[in-house]
C-alpha cells in the first residue's frame, strides 16, 4: 500500500471492550470504523454457524470471502486513520501478511472474568472460541516480522481510560482526541447486525464505565477451560500499557 492511510487492527477475543474501543475511536472526525469485517468469512470456514446466534443473518449480509475482506481492508477509504474491530478467532485460513502493512493491537481480558460472560450466549465454549491462543499467534506472528506490538488489557483500560488512550494514541503514531472519552447512548450505524444478541450493555453507556471486578460465583465447568486460557493471558498482561 503506498497511501499514508493509517489503518489499525484491533484484535480482540469476545466479551471484552472492544466494542466500546470503537465507539471510542469513531468518535474522532478524522477516523473511520468496521465492525468484525471477517465475521462471516469465520462463520463460513468453521463450523462456529451452528451455534453462533444471528449467523444465517451475519452470512446473507457480508462478504464470505476473508480475502476480499482483506483487499476492502487494504483499499481506498475516505478518511486518513481506519480502525477494523476484530476478533483474532475470525483469522481462518488467511495469508497474515497483510498485518504487516497496519498497525496491531492485541485487547485482552482476564479469563476469569470474560468466561462466564461469553457462556451466557455460547454455552460450552472452546479455546478456539475465546481467542487468547490465538492471540498469541498474532504475537508471535508480529514479533517474527519485527513488527511494533500494542497490547492493551480491558481492565487497565477501564481504570484510567484517558491515560491509556493517550498512551495508545501515542504507539499508533496519532493525536489523542479528547472526543474519545464519550459517545451518546444508544446504536451507532457502524454495528454489525449482531448487535442486537451482543451490544446491550454498551448500548447504554455513554462512555467507558468504571471497572467493577465480578462478584458471581465462578462457573465450574469452565474451570478447565479456564486453565487453557490463563497462560496466554498472563503473557499478554505483563505487555499491556497502563
Known sequence: MSDNTIRINLWAGPRNISTALMYSFAQRAD???YDEPLYAHY???TTANEYHPGSEEILATMENDGSKVVEMMQGQHLSPFVFFKQM?????DLDWSFMTDMVNIILTRDPREMLPSYAEQINQPTLKDVGYAAHIKVLEFLQKHNQPIIVLDGKKVLLNPK???KKLSAAIGIPFDEAMLSWEAGARPEDGCWAKYWYKSVHKSTGFAPYQPKSSPFPGHLEELYAECLPHYERLEKM???
Not at 88 to 92: G, N, Y
Open 163 to 165: 491515560k491509556v488512550l
Open 88 to 92: 483474532t478467532h475470525h483469522l481462518v
Open 31 to 33: 477516523m473511520t470504523v
Open 43 to 45: 462463520l463460513a470456514t
Open 240 to 242: 499491556a500499557l497502563e
